[in-house]
């Protein structure tokens, strides 16, 4: 598509400027056709076109095809987004503007609108305009779809909006024109003093001082030249300058005004359709909508003036559809038209047909209008950033003198081949109601919808006609004489028709007096369609193109300073007033909210947002409850429905007010600032009044120009005028408020997008109703009917009326009414003029009226009572006539030539009909209903005034009906609180009342306690007794009687209340008497009763209510002797006593007062004994017995208590008793279970007092215990808890059954585990071949010392082939590597096995199991123990044919070994057969060079627990208990002592346990002893290729050596330990050193040699037995012996010296060749041993051998204390 260029291109040598489109827009695509300008007159081409002169070459495209890229929201100013702009503070605005009022409700005061809006109008609407900022918390998601949303815009010269700035260039241009026809051509302004001189002010300066004449007499010149700025000339000079440019181009032209304005103003008036003032003219827009004669053809005689004014001052163009896709297209070369004149700089004029360049200044190079590099976006044209042009206008410097209408009319050679249609968007923006049958379709259309009036046909022509063949006035062709064409509107008229006429046809240019004269039309040429994104760019591109330049550098950035707000208001205004640069901007105004969408969501399209329903969404404000558009029965675009607005920096709305003096509300979406100017509508007149005296030019034509939007008048000159202008500044997610009459108006400070609709609160009636007067004063078409909005409300409320509605509805009812009925009147009166026969309208005429009459109530068409004249809705009474179908108003019927008819002959009716939508009848009735609804509270005011004037006293039940009657009125009355407050305080009078004269049993307590008086109250309730005794004194009747004549009313209660105070003083003098004489209870009962019915308190009736309570009490006391109570009743009854005042001398006060004293000391002393330490039971039966006896009161508790602890002491010491004597029993079976026991001596604890016979038991279970403890130490557990013995026990069973099993577990070859095996052969059918059965334990597969499946990760021997769990021997899964090589515990005696707790030897275990029936109780481990010793001996019996030394071959090796394995798996050490086992398996397949040592015991290799002291050490990071805190040391000393307390009775123990078992250990035998084998270990695992043990291979499995400094040594189990448990590192024996197993008992024993004394005992006794102790030989002989002990190791060292076993173990290293690298290998892995075992001495058995050595040396009770602390230790 080729896109044209705008009005505006300049001639020869002018500025070319180019009208700055748009950026491409998401259309179909389509191809323009280009229309040749034609310059010859008369002869112009015809193509169809609309409205605004465009041709439409495609159809347009709809709406929902359309696409474009959607905008992207973050990058626009948002409420609530980063991008939000802020509240800047006060700035000093242009002009000195004051700022309006800015509004921020709180949460509360935003729930509702209507409410909140009428709470600041009072205030607000002194400015016109107000700010409301919403709560943080409101912040609707704008609801459009950017990529469907497209609109048009309208394109705005900013110079052209202002009155003086329009109203000078039209004048320029009209002068042009004429001085043209003239043939003196005024290309170039004249100049004056070296500057152009405008024409048009100093028109208007002559003008003001009379006209030329006068002027010239006063000799003004030289004051006209000061105002028009010169100075520094000499005034003489001067003045003959002004005046002979006057005398020259302005006197004849205005003398030719003064003759054509007439028939100018004749023709307009013509086409009116009546007189100019006022005018119907409909703005803004290209066209009048009204048909005219010229206007029902092509185009009226002023639309072509001014387009061929355009043609030739600017060139011809042409455009395209302005519905058609946007294509880029090279500017086109404008074409001078053949005369006319563009101002190219302040020189002058120059004429584009001589192409004169001015001399006096030259082409500027750098113009002020904006005109940056091209930068192509997809415009029609390249013009700078693609943003609208800045070009220079009409006047000074560069300026291009033409009318600014023309820029409406872009196509001045073209017209219509056919009708010109109605188009939808021709009518007046101030024309709103919406047509659905006509709803635009193209975007963006800024028009509303207009009704045409009814067409004027001066006569009736031939439209298709060519324009110029026919006269405009006659309509007759050139028969009636030559026809001159006019060259601007291209009309053409007979010279004599013209007023003036010409005698001669012109040769030269002829423009006719309508295009001299001018007839003001303006308006707002069409932009182009876009996208919110396209705009959005369009916008950006001309705020940084526009602004690029024009500030200043900021010396600290370098660049230009950032655009303020400030700035950008400057500029606008500077731009409006400016003559000398045209800047055009774009806007997207008035965009239909129901073609487009709104920005709120709404309920059709977002139901589930709870902003669609919001009150303060603009699509729901007008309907609101409150608003009186709601009643309005059809949506009104605009006003009820909303209007969306695009703006753009510097597009402008201008100088306006609402329709029908509406309220406003706008509210911002997004985007940059909105600055706002207001005037309160008490300066509406003021405003007005400045405005025509400021541009009186344009109201001569246009007196509606204020309903156009099209003007704006600086702020400056309206308070020069006296007018009060106030501003403020819109921001996203604000609302910027209009009240009513208030004219406003405003300009964008960038892209933005606003939402606008209209409310009406029920304070607007008033303004709407002179709103339409206006409208129709004017003529201007109204958006609704105000009569009919008043009439739906009276009548058509679904929920009734209400007073509110009424209220407001009453008055403007009554003013309709009025005015009806005073029009009809007026009406029938002329109708009946001449005329003596009845008529319809007045009675029920027998004769025919010639006039037709109907009443109808039914909905028409509103084309079919809009007045034809005026322009209103007719709704009430409208004359329609027949002839030509015109509808009138009653006001207008008759008076309006609606056809060719005599004005009697219309109002006489003939061819008319009347039509009454309501008689005169049901307008009287509806008016009073609704003013008797809205008199509703008046009324009742009047009521409430003649209650109160009768006199009197009111009564109370016509007071109470009057103010039921109020309540029921939904109004608020003024007197109305008064009446309730006095109501209720006549009501509270009665109620105070009825508690004294209405015997009714609630009014009375039910508890008579509660009716004594103040001395008779409980404690608790002090306030409310008080109270109640207040209200029950006598003296409020006498108070209640004196109130009621105060007040003023009447009652009945007042007499029942008199006789009621007559009735107490009655009673009042009975109880006298009967207090002075006395009587019986009966009596005394029956006058308190009476009394108590009066509901008060009198003195009498206390008394006598005080003597009736003592009686009782007597009678009560007397009743409960001998009685058993408790301490708390007697209590009770004695407090009572004291609160009636009975005596203390009284009898039955004395004898309960005894009892009391009795029962508080048995009290003191029954809890002294329950509390003591030892309870003294025979005192506690003493006490249980005296309270038998006596009947003393005491508490049920403390009585409970005694015979509680009484009966468990009974208890507790029959089960003792019991106990004692089962213990006893002969047969140890029948003895009592432990369990039992314990279970009884924990039920002791809870007894204060132990009965007899509870230490004899303690001491029992004391011995059972140590039975008990001393198997934990064979277990190894001396620490843990008694409980622990059991569990433990079962654990060692289950271990030896598996280890010890003779019947499934037999010797066998090496096996590989499952997960090792090889696969298994598939059978036939594909399941596989198993060779033994997983359910049969016989042939079930085990390995390992515990001899259990395989599970986890298993290790296999390289010498023996088994396999082993790396949980038993405590081998990590992450230290194994495939090339270790790893040498059984079985094989190799040095590997020493992980042990979690020691193992006792089978003989400790049997003579422990023999300790047994000498205890007192049944132990519950007696039959685990005994299934462990049996199980174990069934073992020992069944090896002991392998433990022949004499009979064992090397080929008995692997089955050997298979038994040593199985021992060492068992928690028991059989220390014979583990010995034998491992010397003989040492001695046929020899490991280690050194044979193993004999094995005595097998210990825990666990490391030990870190003490309660080393944990407080390692808390506080010392190694010192002295360098502790202050606070910790006393602590830690006390620890200490505890921790050498029990290693001392440990030592004594480990002591009487060694001597004891010296004398059943041969000599010979080897003891146990505390230190392991040392350094002269060797590793059993190694990477070297000649590895110490055999060699293994590379895929064996084993666990890596680590190093002591390894990071895992910490860890339990993370490296390898050497087995802490006592064995010999001596020499090996031989195998003579064994017996055979016959030689003693059933099995193998070690043996004494036959000596009375060993070698070693001689040597220790100091006898050397021949050896020569200072040879090497007898030194290292005695050594070997000695070593075997530590006894023997001090006598070696006393006889050696202390450095005698360093020497012999480096004797030992250097025999063994053992090189200094392989020695510190060897002590690394010893390290690393025995870390990964936990295998230290434990502390713990050090401490349990000195406890053991203690507890045999020490006396019973250090041996009690002792093991007070064990147990202490067991609890930590």
Same mark, same amino acid.
């Given at each position: 598509?080729?896109?044209?260029?705008?009005?505006?291109?300049?001639?020869?040598?002018?500025?070319?400027?180019?009208?700055?489109?748009?950026?491409?827009?998401?259309?179909?695509?389509?191809?323009?056709?280009?229309?040749?300008?034609? @310059?010859?007159?008369?002869?112009?081409?015809?193509?169809?076109?609309?409205?605004?002169?465009?041709?439409?070459?495609?159809?347009?495209?709809?709406?929902?095809?359309?696409?474009?890229?959607?905008?992207?929201?973050?990058?626009?100013?948002?409420?609530? %987004?980063?991008?939000?702009?802020?509240?800047?503070?006060?700035?000093? !605005?242009?002009?000195?503007?004051?700022?309006?009022?800015?509004?921020?409700?709180?949460?509360?005061?935003?729930?509702?609108?209507?409410?909140?809006?009428?709470?600041?109008?009072?205030?607000?609407?002194?400015?016109?305009?107000?700010?409301?900022?919403?709560?943080?918390?409101?912040?609707?998601?704008?609801?459009?779809?950017?990529?469907?949303?497209?609109?048009?815009?309208?394109?705005?010269?900013?110079?052209?909006?202002?009155? @003086?700035?329009?109203?000078?260039?039209?004048?320029? /241009?009209?002068?042009?024109?004429?001085?043209?026809?003239?043939?003196?051509?005024?290309?170039?302004?004249?100049?004056?003093?070296?500057?152009?001189?405008?024409?048009?002010?100093?028109?208007?300066?002559?003008? +003001?001082?009379?006209?030329?004449?006068?002027?010239?007499?006063?000799?003004?010149?030289?004051?006209?030249?000061?105002?028009?700025?010169?100075?520094?000339?000499?005034?003489?000079?001067? @003045?003959?300058?002004?005046?002979?440019?006057?005398?020259?181009?302005?006197?004849?032209?205005?003398?030719?005004?003064?003759?054509?304005?007439?028939?100018?103003?004749?023709?307009?008036?013509? =086409?009116?359709?009546?007189?100019?003032?006022?005018?119907?003219?409909?703005?803004?827009?290209?066209?009048?909508?009204?048909?005219?004669?010229?206007?029902?053809?092509?185009?009226?005689?002023?639309?072509?003036?001014?387009?061929?004014?355009?043609?030739?001052?600017?060139?011809?163009?042409?455009?395209?559809?302005?519905?058609?896709?946007?294509?880029?297209?090279?500017?086109?070369?404008?074409?001078?038209?053949?005369?006319?004149?563009?101002?190219?700089?302040?020189?002058?004029?120059?004429?584009?047909?001589?192409?004169?360049?001015?001399?006096?200044?030259?082409?500027?190079?750098?113009?002020?209008?904006?005109?940056?590099?091209?930068?192509?976006?997809?415009?029609?044209?390249?013009?700078?950033?693609?943003?609208?042009?800045?070009?220079? +206008?009409?006047?000074?410097?560069?300026?291009?003198?033409?009318?600014?209408?023309?820029?409406? @009319?872009?196509?001045?050679?073209?017209?219509?081949?056919?009708?010109?249609?109605?188009?939808?968007?021709?009518?007046?923006?101030?024309?709103?109601?919406?047509?659905?049958?006509?709803?635009?379709?193209?975007?963006?259309?800024?028009?509303?919808?207009?009704?045409?009036?009814?067409?004027?046909?001066?006569?009736?022509?031939d439209e298709s006609t060519h324009t110029a063949e026919k006269c405009e006035v006659c309509g007759k062709g050139d028969e009636a004489g030559f026809i001159a064409v006019c060259e601007s509107c291209d009309h053409g008229y007979h010279g004599t028709c013209l007023d003036p006429p010409i005698k001669h046809k012109p040769d030269a240019e002829w423009n006719c007096h309508r295009c001299l004269v001018g007839d003001g039309q303006f308006g707002f040429e069409e932009g182009g369609l876009y996208s919110l994104k396209q705009f959005q760019e369009k916008a950006a591109d001309f705020k940084q193109g526009y602004f690029e330049n024009r500030l200043p550098i900021d010396p600290v950035l370098n660049c230009a300073r950032p655009v303020?707000?400030?700035?950008?208001?400057?500029?606008?205004?500077?731009?409006?007033?400016?003559?000398?640069?045209?800047?055009?901007?774009?806007?997207?105004?008035?965009?239909?909210?129901?073609?487009?969408?709104?920005?709120?969501?709404?309920?059709?399209?977002?139901?589930?947002?709870?902003? +669609?329903?919001?009150?303060?969404?603009?699509?729901?404000?007008? #309907?609101?409850? =409150?608003?009186?558009?709601?009643?309005?029965?059809?949506?009104?675009?605009?006003?009820?429905?909303?209007?969306?607005?695009?703006?753009?920096?510097?597009?402008? *709305?201008?100088?306006?007010?609402?329709?029908?003096?509406?309220?406003?509300?706008?509210?911002?979406? *997004? &985007?940059?600032?909105?600055?706002?100017?207001?005037?309160?509508?008490?300066?509406?007149?003021?405003?007005?009044?400045?405005?025509?005296?400021?541009?009186?030019?344009l109201f001569e034509t246009q007196p509606d120009l204020l309903f156009q939007l099209v003007t704006l008048l600086t702020p400056e000159q309206l308070k020069k005028a006296g007018v009060r202008v106030y501003a403020l500044d819109q921001r996203a997610g604000q609302l910027v408020i209009t009240f009513p009459q208030a004219y406003h108006a405003g300009f964008n400070h960038g892209f933005n997008f606003n939402e606008a609709v209209n409310f009406a609160p029920s304070d607007w009636e008033p303004y709407g109703l002179a709103g339409v007067e206006r409208l129709q004063q004017f003529r201007r078409q109204p958006c609704f009917s105000h009569d009919e909005l008043l009439w739906t409300a009276a009548e058509g409320t679904s929920s009734?009326?209400?007073?509110?509605?009424?209220?407001?509805?009453?008055?403007?009812?009554?003013?309709?009414?009025?005015?009806?009925?005073?029009?009809?009147?007026?009406?029938?009166?002329?109708?009946?003029?001449?005329?003596?026969?009845?008529?319809?309208?007045?009675?029920?005429?027998?004769?025919?009226?010639?006039?037709?009459? $109907?009443?109808?109530?039914?909905?028409?068409?509103?084309?079919?009572?809009?007045?034809?004249?005026?322009?209103?809705?007719?709704?009430?009474?409208?004359?329609?006539?027949?002839?030509?179908?015109?509808?009138?108003?009653?006001?207008?019927?008759?008076?309006?030539?609606?056809?060719?008819?005599?004005?009697?002959?219309?109002?006489?009716?003939?061819?008319?009909?009347?039509?009454?939508?309501?008689?005169?009848?049901?307008?009287?009735?509806?008016?009073?209903?609704?003013?008797?609804?809205?008199?509703?509270?008046?009324?009742? =005011?009047?009521?409430?005034?003649?209650?109160?004037?009768? &006199?009197?006293?009111?009564?109370?039940?016509?007071?109470?009906?009057?103010?039921?009657?109020?309540?029921?009125?939904?109004?608020?009355?003024?007197?109305?609180?008064?009446?309730?407050?006095?109501?209720?305080?006549?009501?509270?009078?009665?109620?105070?009342?009825?508690?004294?004269?209405?015997?009714?049993?609630?009014?009375?307590?039910?508890?008579?306690?509660?009716?004594?008086?103040?001395?008779?109250?409980?404690?608790?309730?002090?306030?409310?007794?008080?109270? =109640?005794?207040?209200?029950?004194?006598?003296?409020?009747?006498?108070?209640?009687?004196?109130?009621?004549?105060?007040?003023?009313?009447?009652?009945?209660?007042?007499?029942?209340?008199?006789?009621?105070?007559?009735?107490?003083?009655?009673?009042?003098?009975?109880?006298?008497?009967?207090?002075?004489?006395?009587?019986?209870?009966?009596?005394?009962?029956?006058?308190i009763e009476e009394g108590r019915a009066f509901n008060v308190d009198m003195p009498e009736l206390d008394k006598l209510s005080e003597i009736l309570e003592q009686t009782k009490w007597n009678m009560k006391a007397k009743a409960n002797r001998g009685l058993f109570l408790t301490l708390k009743e007697v209590r009770e009854l004695l407090e009572e006593g004291n609160r009636l005042e009975i005596p203390l001398y009284n009898d039955n006060m004395r004898y309960f007062g005894d009892k009391y004293q009795a029962g508080v000391q048995w009290e003191t002393k029954a809890k002294e004994l329950i509390h003591a330490e030892i309870v003294h039971y025979p005192q506690l039966e003493a006490l249980s017995n005296q309270v038998q006896v006596?009947?003393?009161?005491?508490?049920?508790?403390?009585?409970?208590?005694?015979?509680?602890?009484?009966?468990?002491? !009974?208890?507790?010491?029959?089960?003792?008793?019991?106990?004692?004597?089962?213990?006893?029993?002969?047969?140890?079976?029948?003895?009592?279970?432990?369990?039992?026991?314990?279970?009884?001596?924990?039920?002791?604890?809870?007894?204060?007092?132990?009965?007899?016979?509870?230490?004899?038991?303690?001491?029992?279970?004391?011995?059972?215990?140590?039975?008990?403890?001393? &198997?934990?130490?064979?277990?190894?557990?001396?620490?843990?808890?008694?409980?622990?013995?059991?569990?433990?026990?079962?654990?060692?069973?289950?271990?030896?059954?598996?280890?010890?099993?003779?019947?499934?577990?037999?010797?066998?070859?090496?096996?590989?585990?499952?997960?090792?095996?090889?696969?298994?052969?598939?059978?036939?059918?594909?399941?596989?071949?198993?060779?033994?059965?997983?359910?049969?334990?016989?042939?079930?597969?085990?390995?390992?010392?515990?001899?259990?499946?395989?599970?986890?990760?298993?290790?296999?021997?390289?010498?023996?082939?088994?396999?082993?769990?790396?949980?038993?021997?405590?081998?990590?899964? &992450?230290?194994?590597?495939?090339?270790?090589?790893?040498?059984?515990?079985?094989?190799?005696?040095?590997?020493?096995?992980?042990?979690?707790?020691?193992?006792?030897?089978?003989?400790?275990?049997?003579?422990?199991?023999?300790?047994?029936?000498?205890?007192?109780?049944?132990? $519950? $481990?007696?039959?685990?123990?005994?299934?462990?010793?049996?199980?174990? %001996?069934?073992?020992?019996?069944?090896?002991?044919?392998?433990?022949?030394?004499?009979?064992?071959?090397?080929?008995?090796?692997?089955?050997?070994?298979?038994?040593?394995?199985?021992?060492?798996?068992?928690?028991?050490?059989?220390?014979?057969?583990?010995?034998?086992?491992?010397? $003989?398996?040492?001695?046929?397949?020899?490991?280690?060079?050194?044979?193993?040592?004999? #094995?005595?015991?097998?210990?825990?290799?666990?490391?030990?627990?870190?003490?309660?002291?080393?944990?407080? #050490?390692?808390?506080?990071?010392?190694?010192?208990?002295?360098?502790?805190?202050?606070?910790?040391?006393?602590?830690?000393?006390?620890?200490?002592?505890?921790?050498?307390?029990?290693?001392?009775?440990?030592?004594?123990?480990?002591?009487?346990?060694?001597?004891?078992?010296?004398?059943?250990?041969?000599?010979?035998?080897?003891?146990?002893?505390?230190?392991?084998?040392?350094?002269?270990?060797?590793?059993?695992?190694?990477?070297?290729? %000649?590895?110490?043990?055999?060699?293994?291979?590379?895929?064996?499995?084993?666990?890596?050596?680590?190093?002591?400094?390894?990071?895992?040594?910490? !860890?339990?189990?993370?490296?390898?330990?050497?087995?802490?448990?006592?064995?010999?590192?001596?020499?090996?024996?031989?195998?003579?050193?064994?017996?055979?197993?016959?030689?003693?008992?059933?099995?193998?024993?070690?043996?004494?040699?036959?000596?009375?004394?060993?070698?070693?005992?001689?040597?220790?006794?100091?006898?050397?037995?021949?050896?020569?102790?200072?040879?090497?030989?007898?030194?290292?002989?005695?050594?070997?012996?000695?070593?075997?002990?530590?006894?023997?190791?001090?006598?070696?060292?006393?006889?050696?010296?202390?450095?005698?076993?360093?020497?012999?173990?480096?004797?030992? *290293?250097?025999?063994?060749?053992?090189?200094?690298?392989?020695?510190?290998?060897?002590?690394?892995?010893?390290?690393?041993?025995?870390?990964?075992?936990?295998?230290? /001495?434990?502390?713990?058995?050090?401490?349990?051998?000195?406890?053991?050595?203690?507890?045999?040396?020490?006396?019973?009770?250090?041996?009690?204390?002792?093991?007070?602390?064990?147990?202490?230790?067991?609890?930590?």
């Open positions: 598509m080729v896109s044209t260029p705008s009005a505006g291109h300049s001639g020869v040598g002018g500025i070319s400027s180019a009208n700055g489109s748009s950026r491409a827009s998401p259309a179909v695509g389509t191809n323009a056709t280009n229309h040749a300008p034609s @310059s010859t007159n008369g002869s112009k081409s015809k193509t169809q076109v609309n409205s605004n002169g465009y041709h439409p070459p495609n159809p347009q495209v709809p709406l929902s095809s359309m696409r474009s890229a959607p905008l992207d929201l973050t990058s626009v100013e948002r409420r609530g %987004q980063p991008t939000a702009s802020r509240e800047p503070s006060k700035r000093n !605005r242009p002009y000195g503007l004051e700022e309006a009022p800015t509004y921020r409700p709180t949460e509360d005061e935003w729930r509702d609108p209507f409410e909140y809006v009428r709470k600041i109008t009072p205030e607000a609407r002194e400015y016109g305009i107000c700010k409301v900022i919403p709560p943080d918390s409101w912040n609707p998601d704008f609801a459009i779809d950017t990529e469907k949303f497209h609109f048009r815009t309208r394109k705005q010269e900013l110079n052209s909006v202002e009155g @003086s700035t329009r109203a000078n260039l039209s004048y320029l /241009d009209a002068l042009a024109k004429f001085h043209r026809q003239q043939g003196t051509n005024l290309n170039r302004l004249p100049y004056v003093d070296k500057k152009p001189l405008d024409l048009y002010r100093l028109k208007k300066a002559v003008e +003001s001082r009379g006209g030329f004449e006068k002027v010239c007499k006063t000799k003004k010149w030289a004051e006209i030249g000061r105002d028009l700025g010169y100075s520094g000339k000499i005034m003489s000079s001067l @003045s003959t300058s002004l005046k002979n440019s006057y005398d020259r181009w302005l006197t004849p032209y205005e003398n030719y005004l003064r003759q054509a304005k007439p028939g100018v103003y004749q023709q307009l008036e013509y =086409e009116y359709g009546g007189p100019l003032t006022p005018s119907p003219a409909p703005s803004p827009i290209k066209r009048s909508a009204v048909n005219t004669p010229s206007s029902l053809r092509a185009e009226s005689p002023a639309r072509h003036a001014s387009d061929a004014l355009q043609q030739s001052l600017n060139g011809q163009k042409q455009e395209n559809d302005r519905d058609t896709i946007m294509a880029d297209a090279p500017p086109i070369t404008s074409q001078p038209a053949p005369g006319g004149f563009t101002a190219i700089n302040s020189g002058g004029f120059t004429p584009v047909n001589a192409s004169f360049t001015s001399v006096n200044r030259p082409v500027p190079t750098d113009p002020k209008g904006f005109t940056p590099p091209p930068k192509l976006h997809g415009s029609p044209h390249p013009s700078a950033k693609n943003t609208p042009d800045f070009r220079p +206008s009409g006047l000074g410097p560069a300026t291009a003198l033409k009318r600014q209408l023309s820029s409406d @009319s872009l196509d001045s050679a073209k017209k219509d081949n056919g009708t010109d249609k109605d188009d939808s968007e021709s009518g007046s923006r101030r024309s709103k109601r919406l047509k659905k049958e006509t709803v635009p379709t193209v975007a963006g259309s800024h028009m509303s919808l207009f009704r045409p009036s009814a067409p004027k046909i001066p006569a009736s022509r303020t707000e400030d700035d950008v208001e400057r500029e606008f205004w500077r731009l409006v007033t400016s003559t000398e640069e045209t800047v055009e901007v774009e806007y997207g105004a008035d965009i239909h909210c129901t073609t487009h969408g709104s920005g709120f969501p709404t309920a059709e399209r977002n139901p589930c947002d709870p902003y +669609s329903t919001d009150p303060w969404n603009l699509n729901i404000m007008p #309907l609101h409850p =409150e608003s009186l558009f709601r009643h309005i029965k059809s949506d009104i675009s605009g006003m009820t429905v909303p209007w969306v607005y695009v703006g753009m920096i510097f597009s402008t *709305f201008c100088w306006h007010n609402e329709d029908h003096f509406a309220y406003s509300i706008n509210y911002q979406h *997004f &985007g940059a600032t909105k600055t706002w100017y207001g005037i309160p509508a008490a300066d509406t007149d003021k405003f007005e009044n400045a405005m025509r005296e400021a541009v009186p030019e009734g009326l209400t007073i509110q509605t009424a209220k407001w509805l009453a008055p403007a009812l009554e003013r309709i009414h009025k005015r009806e009925f005073e029009q009809r009147e007026s009406f029938i009166a002329k109708h009946q003029e001449d005329k003596h026969h009845p008529c319809a309208l007045t009675t029920e005429a027998e004769e025919q009226c010639s006039l037709a009459f $109907e009443v109808s109530g039914a909905d028409v068409p509103e084309e079919e009572y809009q007045c034809a004249y005026c322009k209103c809705y007719a709704y009430l009474s409208r004359f329609k006539c027949l002839q030509s179908g015109k509808v009138l108003c009653i006001q207008h019927a008759g008076n309006h030539a609606c056809c060719d008819m005599p004005e009697r002959e219309r109002y006489a009716g003939h061819q008319h009909k009347l039509y009454y939508r309501k008689t005169n009848d049901q307008l009287h009735e509806t008016y009073r209903k609704v003013a008797d609804k809205a008199n509703l509270p008046e009324a009742w =005011e009047d009521k409430y005034e003649k209650l109160l004037d009768e &006199g009197g006293k009111p009564a109370l039940k016509t007071l109470r009906n009057l103010l039921s009657e109020g309540e029921r009125i939904p109004y608020d009355i003024p007197s109305l609180p008064a009446l309730r407050e006095f109501v209720d305080r006549c009501n509270e009078w009665v109620e105070e009342a009825t508690n004294y004269t209405v015997r009714k049993q609630q009014n009375r307590r039910k508890n008579d306690k509660v009716w004594q008086s103040g001395l008779r109250k409980s404690i608790g309730n002090s306030s409310q007794e008080q109270k =109640e005794r207040e209200l029950r004194r006598v003296e409020n009747i006498y108070r209640l009687i004196e109130d009621a004549e105060r007040i003023g009313f009447d009652c009945p209660e007042i007499q029942h209340l008199q006789e009621r105070a007559n009735a107490i003083r009655a009673f009042q003098k009975n109880a006298e008497q009967y207090l002075e004489r006395g009587c019986g209870q009966e009596s005394i009962e029956e006058l006596n009947t003393l009161p005491v508490t049920a508790e403390t009585l409970a208590a005694v015979d509680q602890i009484l009966h468990k002491q !009974r208890e507790a010491h029959r089960q003792i008793i019991d106990l004692t004597e089962r213990s006893k029993d002969p047969d140890y079976k029948k003895r009592p279970k432990y369990t039992e026991v314990v279970e009884i001596m924990k039920k002791l604890e809870d007894l204060n007092s132990k009965p007899t016979g509870t230490l004899d038991l303690e001491k029992e279970q004391r011995r059972h215990e140590d039975w008990m403890r001393k &198997g934990k130490k064979l277990f190894g557990k001396t620490n843990a808890p008694l409980h622990i013995l059991k569990s433990h026990m079962d654990y060692v069973l289950e271990r030896n059954l598996a280890c010890f099993d003779i019947r499934n577990d037999t010797p066998r070859l090496p096996a590989e585990p499952a997960s090792r095996a090889a696969s298994e052969e598939a059978g036939e059918e594909g399941n596989v071949q198993r060779t033994w059965d997983i359910n049969d334990p016989a042939l079930v597969e085990v390995f390992c010392i515990c001899r259990r499946i395989e599970a986890g990760m298993m290790i296999e021997c390289e010498l023996c082939h088994e396999w082993y769990h790396g949980k038993c021997l405590k081998i990590a899964r &992450g230290k194994v590597k495939e090339d270790d090589k790893y040498t059984c515990p079985i094989c190799d005696w040095r590997v020493k096995i992980p042990r979690d707790a020691a193992r006792p030897k089978l003989e400790d275990l049997i003579a422990w199991q023999e300790e047994i029936p000498n205890l007192p109780f049944q132990p $519950e $481990e007696e039959e685990v123990l005994k299934k462990i010793v049996n199980n174990a %001996q069934k073992f020992r019996d069944h090896i002991a044919a392998y433990l022949s030394p004499v009979l064992t071959t090397r080929a008995e090796a692997n089955t050997q070994r298979f038994f040593l394995r199985k021992i060492e798996g068992a928690e028991i050490l059989l220390s014979f057969e583990t010995n034998f086992f491992r010397q $003989e398996l040492h001695k046929w397949n020899p490991v280690a060079p050194d044979p193993p040592p004999v #094995l005595d015991v097998s210990k825990s290799t666990r490391k030990p627990r870190p003490t309660k002291l080393q944990k407080m #050490l390692a808390q506080y990071g010392v190694d010192d208990p002295e360098d502790l805190p202050e606070n910790m040391k006393s602590k830690a000393n006390s620890l200490k002592r505890k921790a050498m307390n029990a290693e001392a009775a440990a030592a004594a123990a480990q002591a009487a346990v060694a001597s004891s078992s010296a004398a059943l250990v041969p000599p010979n035998a080897t003891s146990p002893s505390s230190h392991s084998f040392g350094s002269s270990s060797h590793p059993f695992l190694s990477r070297s290729s %000649q590895p110490s043990t055999p060699a293994l291979t590379s895929t064996s499995h084993a666990h890596p050596p680590q190093r002591s400094n390894s990071a895992s040594s910490s !860890r339990p189990g993370s490296s390898l330990r050497p087995d802490a448990m006592d064995m010999n590192s001596t020499a090996g024996l031989h195998p003579d050193f064994f017996l055979s197993a016959g030689s003693n008992g059933p099995g193998p024993r070690l043996t004494a040699s036959d000596s009375s004394l060993t070698l070693e005992e001689r040597l220790l006794r100091g006898q050397d037995d021949n050896l020569n102790l200072h040879t090497d030989a007898g030194k290292s002989k005695a050594l070997e012996i000695l070593r075997l002990t530590e006894t023997g190791r001090k006598r070696a060292e006393e006889i050696f010296g202390p450095d005698v076993w360093n020497q012999s173990r480096d004797d030992a *290293f250097t025999r063994t060749n053992m090189g200094p690298s392989q020695q510190d290998d060897d002590r690394d892995v010893d390290r690393m041993f025995l870390d990964l075992t936990n295998a230290d /001495d434990d502390d713990d058995a050090k401490k349990e051998r000195q406890r053991e050595k203690e507890r045999l040396s020490v006396t019973a009770d250090s041996f009690e204390a002792e093991r007070n602390m064990m147990d202490m230790e067991d609890s930590d």
